[in-house]
């Protein structure tokens, strides 16, 4: 049972070795929320990313086994492509597809599920990595922050790299 | 063949590992200075240190007789952006998501209910 969620907080957890899990209330109808989540034209008006970011390509098929590609631009003409394949389909349900950033970054299973709860929305993102490695790297390098002092250090001297 | 991010992920995923990137953030060292904080042997560490190199994390310097490792710290930037920029990405993503669904909700009630 998914417990009372507060709207606007995001919450991360681990459900097992290889996954990190991000939940988020919605204060809107299960139906609204996955046409806003699975149609490129309302892709486009809020999955932007940070500010200064748009999101000018989207492609989505959401049948099962249907392709998908997202390429976001910066202001300073800075791209980022990710690109994936939905492999079950059940609206307004459950929504699994694969997710890569580029051929160079590791392949995650996205299992995103909308519950809804007096009308509010419960949205949970599983992201299953392919080693329980790679999971921890993603965590201790900056989705949960003070994981890792020794970490936190290299991150204050890539920094001063940059 | 495992891609670059992989590997630089799996490097990363073991303590000492990270202590002795830690250490070199601050300059260059030998294989016995990198050991001494740590009740390991040198072959331990030296496996260690054969893993980050492997990498692309950590690289010798040229002293044929001290050989200093040294940080090498592109691929480390590579992670941190993709685990920041990810972050980042779904809070800002979430936030626009709220008042896009407020933005639906009015719409809908303006239709009459005609979803």
């Known amino acids: ?162 | 063949m495992p891609d670059t991010l992989s590997v630089t992920f799996a490097a990363l995923a073991d303590p000492t590992r990270r202590a002795i990137l830690a250490r070199l953030a601050d300059g260059e060292a030998s294989v016995k200075e990198l050991a001494a904080p740590f009740s390991m042997s040198g072959p331990a560490i030296s496996k260690h240190l054969k893993v980050l190199e492997r990498a692309g994390l950590v690289s010798r310097g040229r002293d044929a007789q001290w050989r200093p490792r040294r940080l090498e710290a592109a691929p480390l930037r590579e992670v941190a952006e993709w685990a920041e920029t990810y972050r980042r990405f779904w809070d800002a993503s979430f936030a626009k998501l709220d008042a896009y669904l407020d933005h639906l909700k009015q719409k809908e009630q303006d239709d009459g209910h005609r979803a």
């Open chain 1, 1 to 162: 049972m998914a417990t009372a969620l507060e709207p606007g907080v995001t919450r991360l957890g681990t459900p097992s070795d290889r996954e990190v899990r991000i939940t988020r209330a919605f204060d809107a109808p299960r139906r609204l929320v996955w046409a806003a989540w699975t149609s490129p034209e309302h892709q486009r008006e809020w999955l932007t990313g940070p500010p200064g970011w748009t999101l000018p390509v989207v492609e989505d098929d959401f049948r099962p086994g249907g392709k998908w590609r997202r390429v976001w631009r910066k202001e300073d003409g800075e791209e980022m492509e990710m690109t994936g394949v939905n492999r079950v389909v059940n609206p307004p349900e459950k929504l699994v597809s694969t997710e890569r950033w580029g051929p160079e970054w590791p392949e995650t299973v996205n299992t995103l599920e909308f519950i809804e709860e007096n009308g509010r929305t419960v949205v949970t993102l599983t992201i299953l990595y392919p080693s329980k490695e790679a999971r921890d790297a993603a965590l201790q390098t900056g989705m949960k922050e003070g994981m890792d002092i020794g970490f936190v250090r290299l991150e204050e001297y890539l920094r001063k790299l940059a």
